[in-house]
């Protein structure tokens, strides 16, 4: 443990785009389902034990604040902690990936990848995106009211604020990829945070006026292929990014989508919602990977969702780049 804390709190990192193709061509890459979740749960003790040291009732928005460096914000403390502890596939810096310098791949755009297997299925899942999980999660949870219910119009604009996200500066604008995996990334989060307490059964509970943890996370619950960048594929912003991506992969037999039966899945599963989080490869719908980025600024953005965010836009300001908080702090 004291090796995991002093990394986790030490370390400057960027996330941008994962080079999922390189991974799946890492023969030695392991499974790091177990990894990933001893991180995660890591965090959520020391959140707790944060909490219950401090405080004597169950304050569920103040505990809350004990989360926010770790898990919820742009680049959370938890991105530090996957890349000392959890053993990455594929390219580990920007400079071993094959497909030349500049974006998407450039030192402050590259995220590393980790190989995951749920319900007997594997696939590649970037750090970014268990950023995305839990951090844009966490905003799309506020975006629908941090309703257990989920109530189906909020959620449509939880999905919509995503997607202006992606072709505004979180994607199209730079790195110039609109990453639909990180929709889907976004998107799985809103349910690990109404799982949090709402869950069935919740994460954590209340006890003789104490948080305490009632199960442990499982991204098996929540992680599915579509979260990777080779089935569920991304679009990009000029030609050149998209020719120097397949002009490798083309030699590597590797065409986005690599598993089609991966994609049909997600469309029954996602059903109404599928246009919303996968990529129209993906669907069976379109066949071009060159998306024009939205002329929109991030306050723009931010101007859109704050309608639905009951902390206002200065909350979602601070949520996504913010200085991080005193834990605790009111």
């Known amino acids: 443990m004291a090796f995991f804390l002093v990394f986790l709190f030490s370390w400057n990192v960027f996330a941008g785009e994962p080079d999922n193709f390189s991974a799946r061509r890492d023969k030695n890459a392991v499974v790091a389902n177990a990894e990933i979740n001893r991180v995660v749960n890591a965090l959520l003790t020391m959140a707790l034990d944060n909490y219950n040291y401090s405080s004597k009732s169950c304050e569920r928005k103040r505990f809350l604040k004990y989360l926010e460096d770790d898990l919820d914000r742009n680049l959370p403390q938890i991105t530090k902690a996957l890349y000392f502890n959890v053993p990455q596939a594929g390219p580990k810096v920007h400079t071993e990936v094959p497909y030349g310098s500049g974006k998407p ?98 994460l954590i509970v209340c006890k003789d006026g104490k948080f305490v943890q009632n199960r442990e996370f499982d991204l098996a619950n929540y992680f599915e292929p579509a979260m990777d960048e080779t089935i569920n594929c991304s679009s990009f912003a000029t030609q050149e990014i998209h020719d120097r991506i397949t002009a490798v992969t083309k030699k590597w037999n590797m065409n986005c989508p690599v598993d089609a039966n991966a994609c049909e899945m997600a469309k029954k599963v996602h059903a109404d919602k599928a246009a919303l989080l996968l990529h129209p490869k993906c669907r069976g719908t379109g066949t071009s990977q060159i998306e024009k980025a939205s002329p929109m600024t991030t306050k ?25 908080q005193k834990k605790g702090a009111q």
Not at 169 to 179: A, E, F, N
Not at 304 to 324: I, N, V
């Open 300 to 324: 723009d953005v931010i101007d859109t969702a704050q309608a639905a965010m009951s902390g206002g836009g200065d909350y979602l300001l601070f949520k996504l780049f913010g200085e991080k």
């Open 105 to 202: 791949y450039t030192q402050l755009y590259f995220s590393q990848s980790a190989k995951v297997q749920v319900k007997g299925q594997i696939f590649f899942v970037g750090f970014d995106k268990i950023d995305h999980f839990f951090s844009h999660g966490s905003m799309y949870w506020d975006m629908v009211g941090q309703d257990p219910k989920l109530p189906a119009d909020k959620v449509k604009k939880a999905l919509e604020v995503g997607i202006m996200q992606e072709n505004a500066t979180w994607g199209l604008q730079r790195p110039g990829v609109k990453s639909y995996a990180d929709l889907m990334a976004n998107y799985k989060g809103l349910y690990f945070w109404r799982d949090l307490f709402d869950g069935a059964p919740p």
